[in-house]
DNA sequence: TTGTAGGCGTTATCAT
DNA sequence: ATGATAACGCCTACAA
């Protein structure tokens, strides 16, 4: 049983004394268990527990010039992707002697480049950045960090270190053709915030387009707000007023395709009939809707637990862990919203 | 200009023979620089410019017996609700010398109470926890902590030292009022999760359906699992199936009245006419939604922001702050959803 | 396997 | 206003 008394905080040379060793030997049996006897071991770690004590992270990162700190940078905080990802961040490094450091870039590179130089003067036991559009200053910090790296949320070709994602061009390609493969013709584009991801979703839209020999005319609406349902909602309407041809949209994410079908619901548009949607992400709402709404699946949790796993076996020095990058993929959940039938 | 270059960390001992002084004068000069002579304080600052010194937190926090970290407890990462409550945290604290440390307690109170233990070791600026149904033990640690302390995202009698939030009971019956004045004579309660602050609005729901006379049947549905749209789907079935005069739902948040809206449109139940709803938080979509949902709007950001700044008045000694306890209130939003028209 | 002792980068106390 | 110089709590060679 833990004893959650004396505030006075207990610190190492307490637990030393009160088992009758040297701090040197309670540091050891802390950090290398199999350096000390069993015996001592026990003693000690009943002494831990009765006396409570707790290490201070100050004291062990200054001497150890190694924290117990994954320093982890993503772009927003209150996008639910992001959530999701966080989600799986803290589930993974539960448990574990390491905690998390956040930092919010607000998809700002140079705010990201500040974050990075902060979070590596705390030498961290890892770090975890999103995507690859960092700032020169950025890759070479990155570049040099001697800690393990893992970019998420994308693929590419030089990694840092390591990388966990999928590519968006893809996925947007995929989803298009779907539209494409459901009998839509004069499928739009709705896009918000335009990050470099989102950018390059709607270059796989055009690429996709093309590449079925159909013309984009003027049916790609984006805008650098940031995105919510109220404006998916906006964005159709524009949308619709200047390409009445439309007959789907490809939405950047689950909120615009949300209120693309809200805004559709007013105008009397039937979906899927009149009007395909599809969104991104795969939000748990998609599925919920009414109609169900289309949407590319986006393994979320699952990056953000890959990379710490990532981190930490780097840490544990196991095996060069195959790949460097970690191709998650994605998938298109095709639901009532693009049901169109050829 | 910041000068990016050697990455052999510099520290204050570099920028100190740098200008020619002591560190204790680099050390005073950024800690209270009203100590050090204008001239000294240009050239220092001018030396940590081009050398790009940058404090190890580790250290200092050694030595000071004190962190620039300010610990905040969330019961969740994923719920929408705690991502705006983030964001005016990491809003508020930008720009200052402090950084947040976040920690997940998933609604279980022990959780809550190991964090804190941890948080509490690096004797933190400040703490923000969630709420005011702590464990004993976790009482006990705040109410002595050497820190400010804020809760958030409620109000209460007895704040271990700041408070800022509102009332969910009123909030809940405030809401009810909102249903039975509009004319819904048999409203409903969807309830997830089933924490405290759920609780306490059920409780308000009754006591509201009690005071103006009307009975609650068997029209309150809850479950502890968490909250979804998929769920508020699901739950609206199951409370019709078993209470068919039902005319009306007050859902604990946003996703369930979300989800109890599609599934009315499933089944063809008008929705303000036959059945009205009423969420929980006002989150953006309730407004986009069609019809538009009426919400009972809480000022999440806000508790978050002023949460930081409770914290940066008390760390600056400003004055004693009025009140103890700010209680931000809500709002019922009455939109489409509700407007039976009395 | 265990103990000794120096050092990690700052802060803070005392002098000067 | 500035400079020495002990802490701060832990880690880690090096010794024993």
Redesign the pocket.
Known sequence: MANDNENK?I???DV?DHV?????????A???P????P???ARIAAAIDTLG????P???A?????SDLIAVILPSVSNNVFADVMDGIYAAAEGTRYSVQLGYSRYSPLSEENLTKLFLRQRPAGIVVTGIDQTDATKTLLGQANCPVVQIMETGPEPYDRMIGFSHYDAARVATAHLIAQGYRAPGFLGARMDPRTQRRLHGFRDELRAQGLEEGRRVHTTTRPSSVTLGSYLLGELLSVAPETDAVFCINDDLALGAMFEAQRRNLRVPESLGICGFNDMEMMGAAEPALTSVRTFRREMGEGAIQMILDALAEKAPASEPVLDLGFEVVARTSTQRGG
Do not use: C, F, H, W
């Open positions: 905080s610190k190492m040379r030393a009758g060793v040297s701090v040197a030997t309670v540091s050891r802390l950090r290398n199999e350096q000390v006897s015996a001592v071991r004590y707790l290490p201070d100050a004291a062990r200054l001497a150890s010039t190694r």
